[in-house]
Every structure is written in C-alpha cells, then in structure tokens.
C-alpha cells in the first residue's frame, strides 16, 4: 500500500485517488491546461464516479467516443472544453490500452533513465514538452519515480522551486507556485511585446 498523500485537489477523495493510481494521475495531468489545477486533478475522480466508482482505463478506451464525450459533459463538466478533453482523455487510455497493458506505471516500469521516460510521456496525446517535463517532475517529485537524469529531463521544473503542479504538497506552497505562474506569463508577455 502506498504512503503517497498528494494535495492537488482540496477533495479527500480525489487526492486519495491521485496518491494511488498511477491512471489516474496521468488523466489529470492530461486535463491539465486551460482550467484551474483543482479542476483538472478531480476529473479522474469525477469520471470514476460516473463510471460506477472505478476508474477503468480499458473500458474508457472500448466506450463510444460520444458516449464518453456525453459522460464528461454531464454538470459539472470534467473541464472548461468537456468534448476536446474527453476526447484527448480517450486517446491517452486508448495509448496506455494499446502499449502499456492499460496502467500508466508501465509508462516509467523499468525505465533506466530520465531522457526514456521524458520521451515516452511525449510521444501520449496531448504531451508536449512542457506538459511532458511537468510529469517527470511531478513522478519524481511526488511518486518517487527518480531514474538516472530525471532531474534534468524534468528541465526547470525539476529544480526544487516552487514552479508547477510537481511542486505543490500543501496550501502555501500552491499559492508559491501561483505567483511563480504569473511572473513567467508576465515575463512571457514582456518578452512578446519586446519582439
């Protein structure tokens, strides 16, 4: 049994869920973007909720894409954009049906290296590489997961600032990592205007 207590949603039940299920973490990870990070982390729980109380990966992938699509709309709507993200939801179980026997922990299972791991968590639909760095970090940081060059796959959000979701444990240090957002999207703009 897992020692992990992650502190992502607010939710006992969520967060619960997220400490130990590897699918789930990844599925949120996956809705992450566009919506507040609480959001995005509660949908795996909300989607196992409405699935009967299990999050099933392999009976995601078999469902209708429409059927699924319907589930993830139904108020309130696992994300801002219910169609695109149930959809992207579908495509990385279907991914993790199709090669890694439909659990995520297979993603990192006897991977040697930080670059591999780096490489498999892009190659998912909807990871680029910052979504995709922010999983190392968040897996080595959160889930223990620490091959050999984790660190530097991770980039910047491997470091031990407080920059990303792999960062927050508690409340204080998710209000650190939000002025760590806003003074890189401030940053990003000024950077912008300049060109």
């Not at 589930?71 to 993790?96: N, T």
Request: with cysteine; charged share 25%; net charge neutral.
């Amino acid at each position: 049994m897992t020692t992990r207590k992650l502190w992502l949603t607010g939710n006992e039940t969520a967060d619960r869920l997220l400490s130990e299920d590897p699918n789930a973490l990844l599925l949120g990870m996956t809705l992450d973007q566009q919506v507040p990070m609480e959001k995005a982390f509660s949908g795996p729980a909300v989607i196992a909720e409405r699935m009967g109380g299990k999050l099933d990966v392999a009976a995601i992938a078999a469902m209708d894409t429409e059927e699924f699509v319907a589930l993830c709309s139904q108020r309130p709507a696992i994300h801002r954009f219910p169609g695109s993200m149930g959809k992207r939801v579908q495509q990385v179980c279907r991914a993790l049906v199709d090669d890694y026997q439909g659990d995520a922990e297979n993603l990192w299972a006897g991977v040697d290296d930080g670059a591999a791991l780096f490489k498999r968590i892009k190659a998912l639909p909807g990871f680029g590489d910052q979504k995709a760095k922010i999983f190392v970090a968040m897996l080595g940081k959160l889930w223990g997961v620490t091959p050999k060059g984790w660190q530097q796959a991770a980039g910047e959000y491997g470091t031990k600032e407080l920059l990303s979701v792999a960062d927050v444990t508690d409340e204080a240090s998710l209000q650190k990592v939000r002025e760590a957002k806003k003074r890189m999207k401030a940053a990003a703009k000024a950077a912008k205007e300049e060109a």
